[in-house]
């Protein structure tokens, strides 16, 4: 898992496990549009300060 504090973007996965969600509330977010992401490549990734705006956390 990359939840370092330095990682600018995170898996689905990772996004998951950093906000306390199911991966599956992710994947709906970002089918739904409310999640962005960023494409690179064959990867899709989030950026981490749009997720955390998205679920209300401040750092």
Same mark, same amino acid.
């Given at each position: 898992?990359n939840? /370092?504090? *330095? /990682? #600018? $973007?995170?898996?689905? *996965?990772?996004? $998951?496990? #950093?906000?306390?969600?199911?991966?599956r509330? @992710? *994947? &709906?977010?970002?089918?739904?549009?409310? @999640?962005?992401?960023? &494409? #690179?490549?064959?990867?899709?990734?989030?950026?981490? $300060?749009?997720?955390? !705006?998205?679920?209300g956390? !401040?750092?």
């Open positions: 898992m939840t /370092s504090p *330095k /990682s #600018l $973007a995170l898996t689905m *996965k990772d996004a $998951a496990a #950093l906000v306390g969600v199911d991966y509330t @992710i *994947k &709906q977010g970002i089918d739904t549009g409310t @999640i962005p992401t960023v &494409q #690179l490549g064959a990867r899709r990734l989030i950026p981490r $300060a749009e997720l955390l !705006r998205v679920f956390i !401040r750092i």
